[in-house]
């Protein structure tokens, strides 16, 4: 009897949070991936409006070279920010866990706050106080060090305007990862190191054969959650682009975003089924990354 009432008193605190899952989650992603196989013309279209196309958005999307573009995009800042990124990172958080530098709260607290910043405000203050063409950041030091070519460049032009956004938005994840790491380090016992420097280990092999390898499940969770961030990217590009999407720093979200709820010079047809499609290869690219990831760091959880 006692079991029976332990059974009945779980299913009915399981229950809300079942309904809720079913309706938050699950319902919209089984809603989009059926949409995605449809022409709907807005988003709030009654589902009896849809028009079935098969696999003719997916076509579209891999035939267009704004969509391409965009993918393209997306995977340079996954790699290239990326690697500057961890690189960084994880040189700040050696240098302030392991070295004897004061003031090192400071500095952590520092180099984070660009992270409890908002992203509008930290992607307008590079375009208005690093990037702006006559009274910039980098306009000022270039000219003041002498280099008038660098001066000059225009950080916000076509020309420029995707490397300019792709250092913005690496700088502004540096703290983030950082902290990640330093509290992956602290945990590392000091005996090890202590050891290695009686065997006569400099900084650089304990760094590579100590350091390393014993935070590779910090390094793991961090490339996981930086894929999620740099593939859903959406509000950096859209403040470096305002109006209509430069395609210089189109990402998919962007694209997906003008797909379902407007159009301007460069997306000129609506197409909430093609907004859809691109969640569904943004979700099919997140999945095969973090299968990736563990496929490579499976060995270091044996």
Same mark, same amino acid.
């Given at each position: 009897m006692?079991k029976k009432?332990?059974k ?15 309706i ?5 992603v ?13 988003i709030?279209d009654?589902?009896f409006?849809w028009?079935f196309?098969?696999?003719?958005n ?11 573009k965009?993918l ?6 996954w790699?290239i ?6 690189s960084?990172?994880l ?12 003031l090192?709260?400071? %500095? +952590?607290?520092? @180099?984070? !706050?660009?992270?409890i910043?908002?992203?509008? *405000?930290?992607?307008t203050?590079? /375009?208005?106080? &690093? ?5 910039g ?14 001066a000059?460049?225009?950080w ?6 995707f ?8 700088f502004?994840?540096?703290?983030y990862?950082m ?17 290695a ?6 900084s650089?092999?304990?760094f %590579? +054969?100590i350091t @390393?390898? !014993?935070i ?5 969770? *961090?490339?996981?959650?930086?894929? /999620?961030?740099? &593939? ?7 403040i ?10 189109i ?11 407007g159009?301007n ?6 197409n ?5 499609s ?6 099919v ?18």
């Amino acid at each position: 009897m006692y079991k029976k009432y332990r059974k009945i008193t779980a299913i009915i605190f399981v229950f809300p949070a079942l309904i809720v899952f079913l309706i938050a989650f699950l319902y919209p992603v089984f809603r989009t991936g059926i949409m995605s196989l449809f022409y709907v013309e807005t988003i709030s279209d009654s589902i009896f409006n849809w028009k079935f196309v098969g696999i003719d958005n997916f076509v579209f999307l891999f035939k267009s070279n704004l969509f391409l573009k965009s993918l393209k995009n997306v995977f340079i800042i996954w790699l290239i920010g990326g690697l500057i990124v961890f690189s960084i990172s994880l040189s700040f958080a050696s240098i302030l866990t392991f070295s004897n530098m004061k003031l090192k709260s400071f %500095f +952590k607290t520092l @180099i984070y !706050l660009p992270n409890i910043i908002s992203s509008v *405000a930290l992607a307008t203050m590079w /375009i208005y106080y &690093f990037y702006q063409p006559d009274y910039g950041f980098l306009k000022s030091f270039f000219t003041l060090v002498g280099l008038p070519q660098l001066a000059n460049i225009k950080w916000a032009s076509p020309d420029y305007i995707f490397m300019s956004m792709l250092i913005a938005y690496s700088f502004s994840n540096v703290g983030y990862f950082m902290v990640m790491f330093c509290a992956s380090m602290e945990s590392i016992p000091s005996a090890l190191y202590d050891s290695a420097s009686i065997d006569g280990a400099n900084s650089f092999d304990k760094f %590579f +054969k100590i350091t @390393i390898p !014993l935070i590779l499940n910090a390094i793991k969770s *961090a490339i996981v959650i930086w894929s /999620i961030e740099a &593939f859903g990217m959406f509000v950096w590009s859209q403040i470096f682009s305002p109006l209509d999407p430069e395609p210089g720093t189109i990402t998919p979200k962007i694209y997906m975003y003008f797909q379902l709820f407007g159009s301007n010079l460069i997306v000129s047809e609506r197409n909430a089924g093609l907004g859809a499609s691109i969640c569904v290869i943004l979700s099919v690219i997140a999945l095969f990354s973090f299968l990736l990831v563990n496929l490579f760091f499976r060995d270091n959880n044996k």
